[in-house]
C-alpha cells in the first residue's frame, strides 16, 4: 500500500462509443476505480440518467487484460502507465419504471 500512495498514472479513456476521449494525468494510486469514474463522468460530459430518467451507473473495462474493473479496486493496484480505459454504462435489462 505504502507504494500505491505517493504514485500517479496516466490513461486513456473514451466512452463506450469512442466518441468522446479524455487523456486523465496524474491520477492518485490511493484513489478507487469508482471515485475515477465518477470524476470522468463528469469531465466528459457522459449522462447520469436514461432516456426515461433511470439513474445510469458506470463501468471501466480495462482493455489490457480484457475485464471490468470493481470500483473498489485501488488505481494503483489494477492499472498502469498508459493503460485505457472505456466507460461502459451498466444497463438493466428487463427493469421496468414504477408507476
Same mark, same amino acid.
Given at each position: ?19 468522446k476521449?479524455v487523456?486523465a ?7 478507487t ?11 466528459? *460530459?457522459? @449522462?447520469? $440518467?436514461?432516456? !426515461?430518467?433511470?439513474? &445510469? =451507473? ?13 470500483g473498489?479496486?485501488?488505481? *494503483?493496484? @489494477?492499472? $498502469?502507465?498508459? !493503460?485505457?480505459?472505456? &466507460? =461502459? ?11
Amino acid at each position: 500500500m505504502a507504494q500505491v500512495a505517493g504514485m500517479t498514472v496516466g490513461l486513456r479513456v473514451s466512452d463506450v462509443s469512442g466518441a468522446k476521449r479524455v487523456r486523465a494525468s496524474e491520477v492518485p494510486g490511493s484513489s478507487t476505480i469508482g471515485e475515477l469514474v465518477s470524476g470522468l463522468l463528469t469531465r466528459m *460530459g457522459l @449522462a447520469r $440518467h436514461d432516456a !426515461d430518467g433511470r439513474p &445510469l =451507473t458506470y463501468s471501466a473495462r480495462l482493455e489490457r487484460e480484457g475485464r471490468h474493473l470493481s470500483g473498489t479496486e485501488l488505481v *494503483g493496484n @489494477a492499472l $498502469h502507465e498508459e !493503460d485505457e480505459l472505456v &466507460l =461502459t454504462p451498466n444497463i438493466d435489462a428487463g427493469a421496468s419504471r414504477a408507476a
